[in-house]
């Protein structure tokens, strides 16, 4: 399944894998001018390809390293001769994907990438005239970078955006790592959010500012329940609910009793003021 709508100078490419008239999960890769940012899944290549094929593609940016986001990397490469950037973290699970120990559900819903070569990404990367800044944002995955332009403001944020509320974490996802990348993200004036999972987000600044409030004041309900002496259990029932299918469909690794945990484990290095 592929849906492409047009922003401005940016082209945006809602992707998934289709299982009869199911898509499990949809992402979304985004070109500016001849500037690709992220390549989506590779379950979803071939109709990529065909949308790519009056384009030009340059350069490919990553976010970051994870299957959903590297998946064409390979091929829109072959195609088009395009350099292949992203964070210096990030560039060994690119060159051997089998490093990044996809659980079942991430194989089936997006597939195991092809290997791919890239280049480091420096403080800022200049592209068809275009200068994007380099912004680290770390929380959801190591290396993971978000890339603003500061003439449009615009905001490509990979990953760590994805919408104002948290009911979920991966497994391996840090909770006050993410607060911290998005007050980093606040500083900047933002127009639009070009993010991977929710689109094109308008009024950029506003819709941070909203998911900043939200994560602190979850963050002060968890803590205020442990205090009172109730385990993360008890809390996560209280605040987020029961688990359902994310949590069992996922075998655990996307889960709202990570939230919590990560919330807790957060609460030495970061004290509640």
């Known amino acids: 399944m592929i849906k492409i709508r047009t922003y401005g100078e940016v082209t ?3 992707m998934g894998r289709s299982i009869g008239p199911l898509v499990p999960y949809r992402v979304y890769a985004f070109l500016m001018g ?9 379950y979803a290549r071939d109709e990529f390809m065909a949308a790519l094929r009056t384009k030009r593609v340059s350069t490919v940016i990553n976010t970051h ?26 560039l060994p699970y690119m060159a051997d994907p089998a490093a990044l120990k996809l659980k079942a559900y991430q194989r089936f819903v997006w597939g195991l990438p092809e290997r791919c070569s890239g280049s480091p990404l420096g403080k800022s990367i200049s592209c068809d005239g275009t200068t994007l800044q380099v912004i680290p944002s ?13 003439k449009t ?14 009911r979920y974490l991966r497994r391996d996802e840090d909770f006050e ?10 500083r900047l004036d933002i127009s639009t959010i070009f993010c991977s999972l929710k689109g094109i987000v308008n009024d950029g600044s506003a819709a941070i500012a909203a998911k900043i409030a939200c994560m602190e004041d979850l963050k002060r309900q968890v803590r205020e329940l442990a205090d009172t002496g109730l385990s993360p259990r008890e809390i996560r029932i209280r605040i987020l609910g029961y688990e359902d299918a994310m949590h069992y469909l996922t075998a655990a690794h996307f889960s709202k009793q990570h939230v919590i945990d990560s919330i807790l484990a957060g609460r030495a290095e970061t004290p509640c003021l």
């Open 34 to 42: 001849n500037t690709l940012i992220d390549t989506g899944t590779a």
């Open 65 to 90: 390293q994870h299957e959903d986001h590297i998946g064409n990397n390979t091929v829109v490469h072959d195609a088009f001769g395009a350099a292949v950037y992203a964070h210096e973290d990030c």
């Open 138 to 150: 770390p929380g959801h995955s190591v290396g993971h970078v978000c890339l603003y332009e500061e």
């Open 177 to 186: 790592e993410i607060l911290s990348s998005l007050k980093n993200l606040a």
């Open 12 to 14: 945006a490419f809602c």
């Open 153 to 166: 403001g615009g905001l490509f944020t990979g990953d760590i955006f994805c919408g104002r509320a948290v």
